[in-house]
Nanobody, 125 residues
Framework: QVLLAESGGGLVQPGDSLSLSCAVS????????AAWFRQAPGKEREFVAR????????DYVTSVEGRFTISKDNPMNTVNLLMNNLKPEDTAVYYC??????????????????WGQGTQVTVSS
């Protein structure tokens, strides 16, 4: 059984940093592509970042480029999202997603087989 568990969300002020982590169980590290998506109230789920199976391909939505960093951790089998210089418009529920067997992943939510439960990120002064 594949399970994804996000952690690390919270309430921060503009300009602060947060680190999200997604613990992956049921899949061997290096056998999946992964991504982070987010959904703000009243809006559709939005692609944030993706990382390929071997971490050689990394891709971000323009609005977070230069501020967010996606990575994988081998020993812990986690997919991480470091978010710097947070802005109020980054407020959303953040979801990690995994495409088992995919090499490069995708920006499309429909490509992903497994999803976490989501973690709330609120950026407000």
């Amino acid at each position: 059984q594949v399970l994804l568990a996000e952690s690390g969300g919270g309430l921060v002020q503009p300009g602060d940093s947060l680190s999200l982590s997604c613990a992956v169980s049921g899949l061997t590290f290096g056998t999946y592509a992964a991504a982070w998506f987010r959904q703000a109230p009243g809006k559709e789920r939005e692609f944030v970042a993706r990382i390929s199976q071997n971490a050689g391909i990394i891709d971000y939505v323009t609005s977070v480029e230069g501020r967010f960093t996606i990575s994988k951790d081998n020993p812990m089998n986690t997919v991480n999202l470091l978010m710097n210089n947070l802005k109020p418009e980054d407020t959303a529920v953040y979801y990690c997603a995994v495409d088992a067997g995919s090499v490069i992943g995708s920006r499309l939510p429909s490509s992903y087989d497994f999803w976490g439960q989501g973690t709330q990120v609120t950026v407000s002064s």
